[in-house]
């Protein structure tokens, strides 16, 4: 049972490894290896590290699309491992993902209207609300509102709007749940710097406005280190440095942390306003 007082995730000693053809024996390769965080209710925990890390492995079994090979990840007091299906269910309503390409994340047969209102016709609708088509349009125009597009959006198609604007559909999407945590998985990195830092302010003010929690992935530690309350660093899969935003960035103890650092230079300051 979950309570306030508790981590909103806890990974335990994750570990996630895929067999390996070498010579005529199989060996157990591991992507994730004994991994252990917690994020809190509320705060950022920003996942940095460079491709092949393991971030997204672990990212898809916070999700529970893919089970941990050893460990424990629990979200909102739930065992995902152990989760009955009605447990799953509710924790799935809970935690919603972002992906990292805002074209592949969007049907493209699919209207607006139709994406942002899937998540009800799978999940189920919201306590007191309305069922009837009008409602159901009301509600999306105030979703795509939240993120910064106009209600005339729900009758057009994917193809007909830029990376940034379909990433801002993707999130509205995300939010339809009302989820306490969302997953972000590398979300700017297919968009110009200008327009990436637009979508990071945005998510910004989503959270301070809905109370949200967020995993935020990303190898570019200017953008982890803008939207994070902590870091955790990941190297071939394994966490080599946890710490506060501001101290791990400002005096970082491993050499893959400064490496990291040093191949991202900061944000220009008009990106970082928003490119406004």
């Not at 309570?3 to 010579?23: F, N, T």
Request: aromatic share 6%; net charge positive; with cysteine.
């Amino acid at each position: 049972m979950y309570d306030e007082g508790m981590a909103l995730v806890e990974v335990e000693a994750v570990s996630k490894s895929y067999p390996r053809r070498v010579g005529l024996r199989t060996e157990q390769r591991f992507v994730v290896e004994n991994v252990s965080f917690t994020i809190e209710a509320g705060e950022t925990l920003g996942l940095a590290g460079e491709s092949g890390s393991g971030k997204s492995t672990l990212a898809r079994m916070i999700l529970g699309l893919v089970p941990p090979t050893l460990g424990t990840i629990r979200v909102a007091g739930i065992d995902l491992a152990r989760a009955s299906r009605s447990e799953m269910r509710d924790v799935r309503r809970q935690m919603q993902p972002v992906f990292q390409d805002p074209y592949a994340a969007l049907n493209p047969r699919m209207k607006v209207l139709e994406t942002i209102t899937e998540p009800w016709a799978i999940h189920g609708f919201e306590p007191g609300m309305k069922r009837g088509s009008a409602a159901l349009r009301a509600r999306a125009a105030e979703l795509l509102a939240q993120v910064g597009l106009e209600d005339s959006a729900l009758s057009r198609y994917p193809h007909e709007f830029s990376g940034g604007q379909r990433q801002r559909i993707n999130i509205a999407r995300a939010l339809a749940l009302r989820p306490r945590l969302l997953i972000l998985d590398e979300p700017v990195s297919a968009l110009d710097v200008s327009v990436g830092a637009q979508i990071v302010n945005l998510l910004r003010q989503l959270q301070r406005e809905h109370g949200l929690t967020y995993l935020f992935i990303s190898h570019a530690m200017p953008l982890v280190r803008y939207l994070s309350t902590r870091i955790a660093v990941m190297e071939h899969g394994r966490l080599v440095e946890v710490g506060e935003a501001e101290a791990l960035c400002s005096a970082p103890r491993e050499a893959y942390t400064r490496k990291l650092l040093a191949a991202t230079p900061e944000l220009p300051a008009r990106a970082a306003r928003g490119g406004q």
